[in-house]
């Protein structure tokens, strides 16, 4: 069964650091060929946060652009978003998405919280 599970997130005070991992039940770019961060505050829609391709792409969104950054760890069979410079508006709970064929497959989430 494929499966993905975040972990990582926690409460940080503005400013500070966080790395979020995404692991995957197998090999993470044997099962997907993109793999994305989301975030969804409360009141929100989803919004794209960064994505990774298995090629080693990256895109962020504008208000991350700078401050966060996905990495892939083959060893690990993870993708992790470090985020620094954390701001309040930062928080939400953040969700994986692997795009496997055309099919999207989702974490459970998440949550990080910014606040002093």
């Known amino acids: 069964q494929v499966q993905l599970v975040e972990s990582g997130g926690g409460l940080v005070q503005p400013g500070g650091s966080l790395r979020l991992s995404c692991a995957a039940s197998?090999?993470?770019?044997?099962?997907?060929?993109?793999i994305s961060w989301y975030r969804q505050a409360p009141g929100r829609q989803r919004e794209l946060v960064a994505t990774?391709?298995?090629?080693?792409?990256?895109e962020y969104a504008d208000s991350v652009q700078g401050r966060f950054i996905i990495s892939r760890d083959n060893a690990k069979n993870t993708v992790a978003l470090q985020m620094n410079s954390l701001k309040p508006e930062d928080t939400a709970v953040y969700y994986c998405?692997?795009?496997?064929?055309?099919?999207?497959?989702w974490g459970q989430g998440t949550q990080v919280t910014v606040s002093s």
């Open positions: 990774i391709t298995g090629g080693g792409d990256t």
């Open positions: 998405k692997g795009r496997r064929r055309t099919t999207d497959y």
């Open positions: 197998g090999p993470i770019f044997s099962l997907f060929t993109i």
